[in-house]
């Protein structure tokens, strides 16, 4: 008996041993687990309150991109350009093709942008059905998603002087007041784009109407060998910017 005694024993004492260590190591695991987590959090807090941490956002009533002071910032070589970008995203269709056009930060990157595009008036899908068929009311401002990167399918942009941007602001402008109607297979986005192109003097594809977005402004970029600068001739093709600013001889709205 005694020696079963003490068999007993020892297995007993085996067993708390064991249990001891295996509480003693899940409690250093958790331990590491809580320490890794307080340094990491720690160190992202001390990340976001950084004054040196850049900050882009884009807020959709204006199409900026503002940049947090404290931070020394390099110029770049495009700073202060003048541009306008011939944009395609997705949609819930075929896409939609626009433009961005204003001018760049110090940085070379996009500051505050003007949108231009045409679509039907109105975030209902009946206008859209209709206007396959007859013209329905268009609006030339921004649409939801042209601010979002994340749904860009395509973009070719180019550079003008500051005197051209003035005359191609202009311009798009008065397409923007003149555009009342958005009928699909006659004069749609694409259409749009395309006579801002041609005003620019670049090449633009014939059938634009009837191309996707994303291909059009593809076609646009290829045509036109991808050149990123763009000098307007004297008359425009045959554009008459002072009968549109009228007889006052003020000049056309600054550049954005």
């Known amino acids: 008996m005694s020696v079963i005694s003490e068999v007993v024993a020892s297995e007993s004492f085996a067993s ?8 003693a190591s899940r409690g250093f695991v958790a331990a590491g687990i809580i320490a890794v987590t307080v340094l990491g959090t720690a160190g992202a807090a001390a990340q976001a309150r950084s004054p040196h941490k850049q900050v882009a956002t884009a807020p959709a009533a204006e199409g900026s991109v503002e940049v947090v002071p404290g931070e020394h910032h390099p110029v770049s070589r495009l700073a202060g350009r003048y541009f ?8 819930a269709s075929y896409g939609h093709a626009f433009v961005w ?9 996009v500051g505050l942008v003007d949108v231009a595009g045409l679509h039907p008036a109105s975030d209902s899908p ?13 609006e030339t401002g921004k649409s939801y998603g042209d601010l ?21 602001f202009a311009y798009i402008r008065h397409k923007q007041e003149s555009s009342p109607v958005w009928i699909a297979g006659v004069y749609n986005c694409t259409a749009f784009i395309a006579d801002i ?60």
């Open 16 to 23: 708390k041993s064991l249990i001891s260590k295996s509480l």
């Open 84 to 91: 306008v970008d011939f944009r395609a995203r997705t949609a």
């Open 101 to 109: 056009y204003g001018r760049l930060n110090s940085q070379g990157k």
């Open 126 to 138: 009946i206008p859209y059905v209709i206007g396959h068929v007859f013209p329905v009311p268009s």
């Open 148 to 168: 979002d990167e994340e749904y860009l399918t395509a973009s070719y942009r180019v550079y003008l002087s500051e005197a051209d941007a003035k005359r191609v």
């Open 197 to 256: 192109a041609n005003y620019m003097g670049l090449k633009a594809p014939v059938a634009s109407t009837w191309m996707y977005p994303e291909d059009m402004v593809n076609s646009l970029k290829e045509m036109n060998g991808g050149r990123q600068e763009v000098s307007l001739a004297p008359e425009s093709h045959g554009f008459d910017l002072s009968a549109m600013l009228g007889s006052a001889g003020s000049g056309p709205p600054a550049p954005k």
